[in-house]
């Protein structure tokens, strides 16, 4: 499985990104995707996870902002991000599980004050 994310850039704080992650593979629908931000000199932390069916979880700094969504017709994940501040400035990264763990390359997502 390839996990290929997309979707990051410069926006100012305040402003609205959507990251996408497309799968490659036939089982797209039974993984559990997240998608997880690491900052420069911090670790890497989970943003959101949305299961096979349909339950989502998000961390406490990105809840009622950020919104995880997914289409199993098109093995594609989603990541809303509205109301963007300068400490959402991350690379943010998907990752898949079923059986085991896949991460896709990272998308850089920079949030300017």
């Known amino acids: 499985v390839q996990l290929q994310a997309s979707g990051g850039g410069l926006v100012q704080a305040g402003g609205s990104l959507r990251l996408s992650c497309a799968a490659s593979?036939?089982?797209?629908?039974?993984?559990?995707m997240s998608w997880y931000r690491q900052a420069p000199g911090k670790e890497r932390e989970l943003v959101a996870f949305?299961?096979?069916?349909?339950?989502?979880d998000y961390a406490d700094s990105v809840k009622d902002r950020f919104t995880i969504s997914r289409d199993n017709t098109l093995n594609t994940v989603y990541l809303q991000m509205n109301d963007l501040r300068p400490e959402d400035t991350a690379v943010y990264y998907c990752?898949?599980?079923?059986?085991?763990?896949?991460w896709g390359q990272g998308t850089l997502v920079t949030v300017s004050s």
């Open positions: 593979g036939d089982i797209f629908s039974m993984y559990v």
């Open positions: 990752r898949g599980f079923y059986r085991r763990v896949y």
């Open positions: 949305i299961n096979h069916i349909g339950s989502t």
